[in-house]
């Protein structure tokens, strides 16, 4: 499976984003996704997370209440829209296969990952 993840880009602190992240092939259909991000210098971070159905999600605490995750499965394609972006989220997201039905906040529970793209947030 590849994951091609999209939507990074440089917005201004309030400003918003919403990555996608594509699968090659439908096996991820069943499994939870996650998105994970990793800044200079820093260990990589859980972000967000939601199970096969899309019906439970996960969030850090630092995402809660701006960030949110989804997914359509007849795409193939999981989305994070990120709100009132701050600087200390500046980072490359990294979307995630589970390797179950659901998502999990750490980072050995994910098969594959993506390349990233990088979200730049000026002050």
């Known amino acids: 499976v590849q994951l091609q993840a999209s939507g990074g880009g440089l917005v201004q602190a309030g400003g918003s984003l919403k990555l996608s992240c594509v699968a090659s092939r439908r096996t991820n259909s069943n499994n939870g996704m996650g998105w994970f991000r990793q800044a200079p210098g820093k260990e990589r971070e859980f972000v967000a997370a939601v199970d096969w159905r899309g019906d439970s999600t996960i969030y850090a605490d630092s995402a809660k209440g701006r960030f949110t995750i989804s997914r359509d499965n007849a795409k193939s394609t999981v989305y994070l829209q990120m709100n009132n972006l701050k600087p200390d989220d500046m980072a490359l997201y990294y979307c995630?296969?589970?390797?179950?039905?659901?998502?999990?906040?750490?980072?050995?529970?994910?098969?594959?990952w993506g390349q990233g793209t990088l979200v730049t947030v000026s002050s």
């Open positions: 995630a296969v589970a390797l179950g039905p659901t998502g999990s906040t750490n980072r050995d529970r994910y098969r594959y």
